[in-house]
Every structure is written in C-alpha cells, then in structure tokens.
C-alpha cells in the first residue's frame, strides 16, 4: 500500500504499478552497483590502499610512479628531513628513526612527537622488523641508496616512497613530501610564513647585512665546512647572507673534506656557526680552541663564534630545522645596528 495510504492505483492500474516498482528496483540496484565502485577507488582514485582507503598515484624522487593512500593513518619516515616535514604539516607517524649519529629522535623535534611511536632503527638504516611492527600504510623513506633495503621496504608495503633527491634544496623536498601526504594547502602555509620570517629577521641584520657567515661541523679528525648547497647554507644564503670565498667550491650539498688544522684559515669569516654531533667531536673542539691556529682566526678574535646544534645547522632539516636556523641568526646578528 502507498505510504499516504491510497488504494485506487492498486484497483485500477496495476500494470503500471508493477512497473513502477520494476523501475524502482532498477535504480536501487544501480545504485548499489555505483557505490560498490567507488568503494573500489572511484572518483579518479586507482585502488585500496594499506590503510583500507582509496590511493591515488604520485611521482617519487626518483620519478617512478607509486600509488599512495589519499588518507594515511599510520605513517613511518626514515629520515630527519622526513620527519620534520610530517609535523609541520600536521602528521603524527607511529614509526621513526634516531637521528644522525644518535640514540634517540632528533632533539630539536621530539617535543613535536606528541603522539604514540616506535623506533624502528637509525637513521637511512632500518630494521625491518620493527618496520613491520609498526604495521605502516605508508613509508616515507627518504634517500635509501641500497635498492634491497627499498625492496624489503615495499614487501612490508608498497606504498614506499623516496622523498628526497641528494642534489635539492629543503624546499623542494618538504613540497614532495607534502604532495605524498596530501597536505599541499599546508604545505603552502608554511612555506608563506618562512619567506615572512625570512623578511622579518632581514630587517633586524643592520650592519651584518651581506656578512660572511663559515657553517662548520667539527669532527674528531678536524673540521668541515658545509657546501654553498647544503640545508642550513641555502637558509643562510635566503637570509641574504653570504659564504667566505673558500667555501663556495666545490659546489654540493654534503660538508667539506675534514680540513688539516695548518687549513683553518678558510673557516676565517665574519662569523662562524660551529657544531658537532658527537662527544667526541665536542672533545675534539675543546681541544681545537686552545691551539693558535684557531685563536688567531679573525672570526675568534672578533669574538664571533656561536656555538649551536650541529644536528641542525650540520645535516639536512625541514621547517622546524628551518626556524632554528633563522632563529640562532637573529640572535647572534639581528642586535647589529
């Protein structure tokens, strides 16, 4: 019986109600049928993903194509740089490595790791059990040169992607990352207010605009400076700061051969931001300080050596890596008028 409780369509034209729910059960049934496939990754999506969502396609840094959940919930990165840019986008992964010569998480982002994590090994080098483990649906896995490792990777789940090209800037990397993660509109937002920051702390530079600024990482077998590419320098030089002329070649984003200490003097500049990321490399530089080659720099003389945290200024970072740069040079620059 209709639902308003009318009998006349059922006495006089039953024929017609008959089709009527022929057609009814027609529509029904297509309905069913498209809600199935978009189930099965409809709407431009090409499948189910780790997590049990739909996955879409995107180009790693390698440039090989690889389909990734459009919603990942369980996320495992495998690098520093990685592991920056998931925060600042919002992303809390359930997988990470210790940081560059380390036995824990990079200092300067474990207060940002407020959910539950494992580590699943060190940094570039994990152990795959523990990667199984933590049961990811997507692995963010930097730059690993090993192509075994990536295979072991992959069987855990396909949805691995290399992130990271050796040969670019931070930027370009946090964009791919984001891009893998579907966070491109945050990603936008952050990058907005680096250039912000960058203008800010620009303004406050006073007579140390264009300064000469050496980046140093001391070693146990002696110093190297980073290359005019690498992460902090790329920060330096968007603060409109520039390098000693010695340390411009060669060209790349790695630190220097160590330097003999007869060769200090190519750390000589206006200023100096020196790190290590050992105890023996902090043994090491306290050493070093005593020595007159170092002394008798101008840059230590002038009193302008900062001493900051090599694990940021001395490897590779994101944007809270980013800000603690900008921030180490406001404070030791930005007072100059």
């Known amino acids: 019986m ?22 009814t059960g027609l529509a029904a049934g297509l309905l069913t049928l498209s809600l199935g496939l978009a189930a099965c990754g409809g709407d431009g999506d090409d499948g189910d ?8 396609a995107i180009v790693d840094a390698t440039g090989a194509t690889v389909q990734v959940p459009v919603a990942p919930k369980r996320v495992v990165v495998l690098n520093e740089t990685d592991l920056d840019s998931a925060l600042a986008l919002g992303v809390q992964p359930v ?39 933590a049961q990811p649906d997507l692995i963010l896995a930097g730059f690993i040169p090993d192509k075994k490792v990536i295979e072991q990777l992959k069987k855990i789940t396909p949805a691995t992607v290399l992130t990271t090209k050796m040969t670019e800037d931070w930027k370009a990397t946090f964009t791919r990352t984001a891009d893998v993660l579907g966070k491109q509109e945050q990603a936008r937002t952050v990058l907005a207010a680096y250039d912000k920051r960058l203008a800010d702390v620009k303004g406050k530079l006073g ?6 600024v050496s980046i140093v990482r001391w070693n146990a077998t002696g110093p190297s400076y980073m290359l005019k590419d690498h992460f902090s320098s790329v920060v330096i030089k968007d603060l409109g700061l520039g390098r000693p002329a010695g340390q411009l070649t060669p060209a790349g984003v790695s630190p220097s051969d ?21 105890p023996d490399a902090d043994a090491a530089l306290a050493e ?18 900062v001493n900051v945290d090599g694990a940021i200024w001395t490897s590779r970072g994101g944007p809270a890596a980013a800000e603690s740069v900008i921030a180490d040079v406001e404070k030791a620059l930005g007072s100059a008028k």
């Open 2 to 23: 209709p639902s308003d409780g009318s009998t006349n369509v059922v006495h006089h034209r039953p024929a017609r109600a008959r089709g009527r729910r022929a057609i």
């Open 49 to 56: 993903g780790g997590s049990g969502g739909k996955t879409r």
């Open 95 to 133: 997988g990470v490595t210790n940081g560059r010569f380390a036995k824990d998480v990079p200092g300067y982002l474990k207060s940002k790791l407020t959910g539950k994590y494992t580590v699943v090994g060190d940094l570039s080098t994990p152990v795959l059990e523990k990667v199984t483990q």
């Open 207 to 212: 007579s140390n605009k264009g300064a000469k």
């Open 258 to 278: 160590a330097l003999s200490l007869e060769n200090l003097k190519v750390l000589d500049g206006d200023w100096m931001f020196l790190g290590t990321l050992n």
């Open 288 to 305: 070093a300080k005593k020595i007159p080659a170092f002394k008798n720099l101008g840059v230590t003389k002038a009193g302008h050596v």
